[in-house]
């Protein structure tokens, strides 16, 4: 059974970078798949923010492209997400999901239990 | 704004039949998924491709898709399905990107 596990600082400064780290349980991050990353501000919707392959190819939401870095780490199983010069409009529970992709068509499965990043001063 | 257009709210009398639908110019090119959300949990997959179930969702959900909408039905709702629901496809733009509708509350009577 795959489970995936958020894990980071729960308050970042605005201007400051948000990292934040999945670490997978239950099946080898290098064997396949994409690796996801979503956000949802509180009381708001999802919003994808990219995708990682296992190979290391990395895609991102437009909205956001110029401030995030994905990266994979395949000795410790487990995915990474950084976001740059952060404000307040960045708040959210974040959360990371294993990304299939197949002819015609993706879902994000399974899901990790999210995780709050406040961003305060 | 969202590429793929769901309607805020949808209500549902106990044991009826209710259909959620996606609208987005993606979805004449490729298939959503569709997640449900409890309050305080994360997002749970109910449906993906064309009308798969993951192991553990009750066959009263289903999918289906037609010109630029997908839709989920669920057929005899619970109460236990109250909750919001959101699609997901790829963007209209053909490039290795990904979006969620605004999502639906779904409350049942």
């Known amino acids: 059974q795959v489970q995936l596990q958020e894990s980071g600082p729960g308050l970042v400064k605005p201007s400051e970078t948000l990292s934040l780290t999945c670490a997978v349980s239950g099946y080898s991050i290098s064997s396949g798949y994409y690796w996801g990353w979503i956000r949802q501000p509180p009381g708001k919707g999802l919003e994808w923010i990219g995708s990682?392959?296992?190979?290391?190819?990395?895609y991102y939401n437009p909205s956001l492209k110029s401030r995030v870095t994905i990266s994979v780490d395949t000795s410790k199983n487990q995915f990474s997400l950084k976001l740059s010069s952060v404000t307040a409009a960045d708040t959210a529970v974040y959360y990371c999901?294993?990304?299939?992709?197949?002819?015609?068509?993706?879902?994000?499965?399974?899901w990790g239990q999210g995780t709050l990043v406040t961003v305060s001063s | 704004s969202s590429e793929l257009t769901q309607d805020p709210a949808v209500s549902v009398a106990l044991g009826q039949t209710v259909r959620i639908t996606c609208q987005g110019d993606?979805?004449?090119?490729?298939?959503a998924s569709w997640y449900q959300q409890k309050p305080g949990q994360a997002p749970v997959l109910v449906i993906y491709?064309?009308?798969n179930r993951p192991s553990g969702i009750p066959d009263r959900f289903s999918g289906s898709s037609s010109g630029n909408t997908a839709s989920l039905t669920i057929t005899g709702a619970q109460a236990e399905d109250e909750a919001d629901y959101y699609c997901?496809?790829?963007?209209?733009?053909?490039?290795?990107?990904?979006?969620f509708g605004g999502g639906t509350k779904l409350t049942v009577l």
């Open positions: 993606s979805l004449r090119s490729y298939y």
């Open positions: 990682i392959y296992h190979s290391g190819s990395t």
């Open positions: 491709g064309k009308n």
């Open positions: 997901n496809s790829r963007d209209s733009s053909g490039n290795l990107n990904w979006v």
């Open positions: 999901a294993r990304h299939s992709s197949a002819a015609g068509t993706d879902w994000f499965d399974p």
